[in-house]
């Protein structure tokens, strides 16, 4: 589950990256802005995200730390950071490059990420009426009025899948969790 938080925030940075342009969203999606603190244990994530948007593909690497007190993400794609993050709970400070389109927006990244990897108890209490998440095992669906419009799967490689059916994109995050890969 630690590993989808990661893969969350990078879906809009990769649409960025694929040169498309967004669409208005069917639907827009609630803001959680959970607390770090939330989060059960701190993360040490490796990402590589492949970003598919229509027909545009591209793979990303990020780099994921949280724990009580601050997430910090950082996304690079080419060898070019395109977006660091810090989330302290109540602020969000953003750095961009300047090619980064502006409908990456790192609330959308970092609701994602939080949708990923945050406790269930914790996005339910964020959810405005009318929405709802929905659980089955690794499985995650956030859903207004009974329709899903965002998805998250394992696959059976190991690997998760965000589907954001509201803004068209879709995720694959393979994560390696720096923590545990310390001898």
Known sequence: MQRLIAALLLCVLLAACAGARLPAPLVQLPTLQLPPAALPQPLQLQQRLQF???SHERE????????GSQ???AVQA?????VRMVWDGTTLEQTRAPWLPPQVRGERVLDDLQFALWPAASIRAALPPGWSLAESGATRRLEQGGKAWLLL???PD????LRNLAEGYELVIESLDMGQAQP
């Open 71 to 73: 997430v910090r993400l």
């Open 60 to 67: 990303l690497d990020a780099l994921l730390e949280a724990d």
């Open 52 to 54: 598919r948007f229509g």
């Open 158 to 161: 190991g690997r998760v899948r």
């Open 78 to 82: 080419m060898g070019q950071t395109g």
């Open 153 to 155: 799967e394992p696959l």
